[in-house]
């Protein structure tokens, strides 16, 4: 007998864990209410450190570097990782470490002046041209910024949660990404940042809308305060978790590599093919005994934690060794006919 959309919601919101209670924090993003002033380009083939364009506009800006943070756009939002951007964000702050969490402030329009020069004539010219007002900068409201908890959490490790046509997320290792829409999520267990990036990439996340709604939750399911109720499973043995946090690395590395100069054809088809692996761990987490033992063993035989570091690791080996892996599990395993037990059809059937 299978289950019907409105049983697995029903089954989804009587878990009792959540992501709040796994997370030390979980916040929106900044707004401003100059954007164009703070959002920026890199231009195409620069090798300048202080070049920028203004977003949307082809108006050369020099800036000094050390204001200037990645910034994740909502129309190039991020599975697992984020991809090399152009897009840039200023953001004329301060910052000192205090315990996990830093000091932040505005620096005056004074000590901008004579320590950043080329943002105080920046922020001068763009209040002069697009406000039209040539009054003296004797306050930093006009180039302050509103959300203090990200600003808090800059240089952090963090989850970066995203609402486009699904939920999505991606983990910013840095931790120096700047965003406006969805939520940051830093979790109190940070070697639980891989498996908790591919469970809101999975399609337990899309039922998440439907969760949000039979909660009464309306504002949107990337927000703090429904994110706060997204339901988290720990499987209940340790090889399941164990690689879907390896898988969950391999996707990182993958999605990284979308800028590379590799056959798109072939790279999503591995990509897919480790996302759709995910998946089907995820669901089993959730629902329980639905993974083809003959599949499982295939998996545990192949998917290891990579030993180096897929950061610095040489492209072209490390895609040839997952390559591989694919191929290992497709060849000793009937992945295309995967087993389900009764309740994960009806599941799969409207995901």
């Known amino acids: 007998m299978f289950l019907n959309k409105n049983r697995i919601v029903e089954k989804i919101c009587e878990l009792p864990t959540t992501l709040g209670d796994i997370s030390e924090s979980i916040f929106g993003g900044i707004s401003t209410k100059n954007g164009l002033l703070h959002r920026l380009t890199v231009p195409e083939g620069s090798d300048s450190d202080s070049l920028y364009l203004c977003e949307g506009l082809c108006k050369p800006v020099f800036l000094e570097p050390e204001l200037v943070y990645p910034y994740v756009s909502g129309i190039f939002s991020e599975k697992f990782a984020f991809n090399s951007s152009p897009y840039r964000f200023m953001l004329p702050y ?37 406000a039209h007002d040539d009054s003296p900068l004797d306050s930093a409201e006009y180039y302050s910024v509103r959300g203090r908890k990200l600003l808090e959490h800059l240089g952090t490790p963090k989850i970066i949660a995203t609402e486009g046509y699904h939920l999505q997320a991606a983990y910013d290792t840095s931790g120096n990404h700047v965003f406006k829409n969805g939520c940051g999520v830093v979790l109190k267990e940070p070697e639980k940042y891989p498996y908790v990036t591919a469970v809101l990439n999975s399609q337990i996340a899309r039922l998440f809308p439907s969760v949000c709604e039979s909660e009464m939750l309306y504002s949107g399911s990337a927000t703090p305060a429904a994110m706060k109720r997204f339901p988290i499973v720990f499987p209940e043995d340790r090889l399941t978790e164990d ?9 990182m590395f993958l999605n990284r590599q979308k800028n590379a100069s590799y056959a798109v054809g072939w790279l999503d088809e591995l990509t897919g093919f480790y996302e759709q692996i995910s998946n089907l761990l995820v669901m089993d987490a959730y629902f329980g005994n639905g993974i083809d033992p003959k599949l499982l063993n295939a998996l545990e035989d192949n998917i ?10 040489s492209s072209d080996s490390l895609l040839s060794v997952l390559y591989y892996i694919k191929q290992r599990i497709s060849d000793t395993s009937n992945f295309k006919k995967y087993a389900f037990d009764t309740e994960f059809p009806g599941i799969l059937s409207f995901l």
């Not at 390896?246 to 996707?251: A, E, K, T, V």
Request: charged share 30%.
């Open 94 to 130: 301060e910052f000192s470490d205090r315990d996990s969490r830093k000091e932040c402030r505005v620096i005056p329009p004074e000590e901008l002046k004579i320590r950043f020069p080329m943002a105080y004539g920046r922020v001068l010219e763009f209040k002069n041209q697009f």
């Open 243 to 251: 690689l879907i946090t390896s898988i969950s690395g391999y996707l």
């Open 304 to 313: 290891h934690p990579y030993a180096g570091d897929m950061e610095f690791e």
